[in-house]
């Protein structure tokens, strides 16, 4: 069974950070291109930020550049989203996902091409 579990959020207060974790199991996640989507309440879901199978090239969403930093442990069969100077619009429920492709560049946010994806985790992000 393919699953991705996902793990480290919280509340945290404006200005603050957290490291997110999804952990795998029943595949191998270097073989996949590995995003973070968010969805606030009463918004669409947003991709955030992707990890490539090609080559851990990395691409993110305009709101996050230079705040949140998406990496990956093979080793650990593990993705991670480091969120740094997080902000109030930052609150929402975060998800991972993996589309399988070895060899494949990120190329958008097309929520129906990834096949697996997690149960999510709720940041908040207030004071």
């Known amino acids: 069974q393919l699953q991705l579990v996902e793990s480290g959020g919280g509340l945290v207060q404006p200005g603050g950070s957290l490291r997110l974790s999804c952990a795998a199991s029943?595949?191998?996640?270097?073989?996949?291109?590995m995003a973070w989507f968010r969805q606030a309440p009463g918004k669409e879901q947003e991709g955030v930020s992707c990890?490539?199978?090609?080559?851990?090239?990395?691409d993110y969403v305009d709101s996050v550049k230079d705040r949140f930093t998406i990496s990956r442990d093979n080793a650990k069969n593990t993705v991670y989203l480091q969120m740094n100077s997080l902000k109030p619009e930052d609150t929402a429920v975060y998800y991972c996902?993996?589309?399988?492709?070895?060899?494949?560049?990120?190329?958008?946010?097309?929520?129906?091409?990834?096949?697996?994806w997690g149960q999510g985790t709720q940041v908040t992000v207030s004071s």
């Open positions: 996902a993996a589309d399988y492709g070895p060899g494949n560049y990120c190329s958008g946010y097309k929520f129906y091409e990834y096949e697996v």
């Open positions: 029943g595949f191998t996640l270097e073989d996949y291109n």
């Open positions: 990890i490539s199978s090609m080559d851990d090239s990395t």
